[in-house]
């Protein structure tokens, strides 16, 4: 059974940078056919997709968190992670890491780790 | 941008059916598929609905998807409500032309 797990620190101060790894359990993160992402959800809110990456380290980004984003892939470790710069109390949400079926005219995620929350504040 | 737009919340007694709508602000919401997901407090998302209509393995056939080209819109119906179906619902899908995954903004269904 596939697990993806969220690690990394829980409180992350204004301007730093947020950073995140997921590891993979169960499979290889070498998957063909499967992205790897990150979503986001702040508190009583709804579900913000930030990007994916492919085990080959093709990344698509969220528009909006474009300039800010960067996801990472280490094949050898089974891992994928995320790095947010510049945060605010805005991103202040539980991330998410998903295995993300990612086709033309499709894209499903699958699996998703339990979440981890990220506070920023000083 | 692509948005979809999901009512706020839903409510219905337990044994009815309930419809959860998905309209999509642009394009043609059938030239992607759709996705529905619940969410119970303090939990990860789960599929229930995956390609518009179709339920993963352990889902109950109470749960449908459709698609209605002419309103852009999807749709998640939920037959013999329970109260464990109780949760928050979000639809996603993806905007071929900015290669952007998007999700509505989430439906809280209280089964009462």
């Known amino acids: 059974q596939l697990q993806l797990q969220e690690s990394g620190p829980g409180l992350v101060k204004p301007s730093e940078t947020l950073s995140l790894t997921c590891t993979v359990s169960g499979g290889s993160i070498s998957s063909s056919s499967y992205y790897w992402g990150w979503i986001r959800q702040p508190p009583g809110k709804g579900l913000e997709w930030i990007g994916s990456i492919y085990y080959s380290g093709s990344t698509y980004y969220n528009p909006s968190l474009k300039s800010r984003v960067t996801i990472s892939v280490d094949t050898s470790k089974n891992q994928f992670s995320l790095k947010l710069s510049s945060v605010t109390a805005a991103d202040t949400a539980v991330y998410y890491c998903a295995r993300h079926l990612f086709r033309p005219g499709h894209t499903l995620f699958d699996y998703w780790g339990q979440g981890t929350l990220v506070t920023v504040s000083s | 941008n692509f948005m979809l737009t999901q009512p706020h919340s839903v409510s219905e007694s337990p044994g009815k059916t309930v419809t959860i709508s998905c309209t999509g602000s642009?394009?043609?919401?059938?030239?992607?598929?759709v996705q529905w997901y619940q969410q119970r407090p303090g939990s990860a998302p789960t599929t229930v609905i995956y390609e518009d209509n179709q339920r993963p393995s352990g889902v109950p056939d109470r749960f449908s998807g459709s698609i209605d080209s002419s309103s852009n819109s999807a749709s998640l119906t939920i037959s013999g409500l329970k109260t464990e179906d109780e949760a928050d619902y979000y639809c996603q899908s993806y905007d071929s032309s900015n290669h952007e995954v998007t999700f509505g903004g989430g439906t809280k269904l209280t089964v009462l």
């Open positions: 642009s394009g043609s919401i059938v030239s992607n598929y």
